[in-house]
């Protein structure tokens, strides 16, 4: 079954997706509802998924937070950012010189 769909487009719009369907070889009407489609079929995919696999895939992504080791504690303090800038400086112009 298919069904007609009206809507309206600024001028811009309709020039650039013109545009897109000369160059892929297709009616506009075509470019459209075939771009539709295709997000259509993917959001619904993502919806699919059952709920206790997008937790999974949270947890999964989660697990990773944290886990790299520099091998020595690093600060968020502004005084210690401020410290590395000035070493990274410090060494940066000895280095040039």
């Known amino acids: 079954m298919s069904l007609v769909l009206s809507?309206?487009?600024?001028?811009e719009v309709y020039?650039?997706?013109q545009?897109?369907?000369e160059v892929a070889g297709v009616s506009l009407?075509?470019?459209?509802?075939?771009?539709?489609?295709?997000q259509y079929t993917s959001l619904r995919?993502?919806?699919s998924q059952p709920e206790t696999e997008k937790e999974a895939a949270r947890q999964r992504f989660r697990s990773h937070a944290g886990s790299i080791n520099l091998g020595y504690v690093t600060g968020a303090e502004n005084k210690s950012i401020d410290?590395?800038?000035v070493r990274a400086y410090s060494n940066t112009s000895e280095e040039t010189n």
């Open 7 to 11: 809507f309206e487009l600024s001028d």
């Open 83 to 85: 410290a590395d800038l």
């Open 45 to 47: 995919r993502e919806n």
């Open 19 to 21: 545009q897109q369907a």
């Open 15 to 17: 020039a650039v997706l």
């Open 29 to 38: 009407a075509e470019l459209v509802a075939t771009s539709i489609e295709q």
